[in-house]
């Protein structure tokens, strides 16, 4: 598909830019339960590893707590439990504070 003459002048302005100046993270996901070795590297277990590594969840001595908001996408939320406290208290929440419970 990249071969593509319409696509051409894309690839060409992409190669050309400067992306060392960007700080995200794209977590990409894929169905089905992932373990071992790659239980980190897809969805929300993602998230998780990398707020563990680039985040400082706890506050500076003497700094407000940190805030920010998260939005997420989920097309199986319905398979998380009925209840949105049982889901979101348990393994979202350990994910979204990387790690800390």
């Given amino acids: ?13 992409l190669r050309r830019a400067d992306f060392s100046h960007i700080n995200v993270f794209f977590v990409a996901s894929t169905p089905g339960s992932h373990k071992g070795v790659d239980v980190d ?8 590893s990398l707020l563990k590594r680039h985040v400082q969840i706890t506050p500076k001595s003497g700094s407000p707590p940190p805030t920010w908001q998260i939005i997420a996408q989920c097309s199986s939320i319905g398979s998380l439990g009925p209840q949105p406290t049982a889901w979101f208290c348990g393994e979202i ?9």
């Fill in 93 to 101: 929440k350990t994910t979204m504070s990387g790690g800390m419970g």
């Fill in 41 to 48: 590297k897809w969805g929300h277990a993602r998230l998780g």
């Fill in 1 to 13: 598909a990249y071969r593509l003459p319409e696509l051409q002048p894309w690839i060409s302005k």
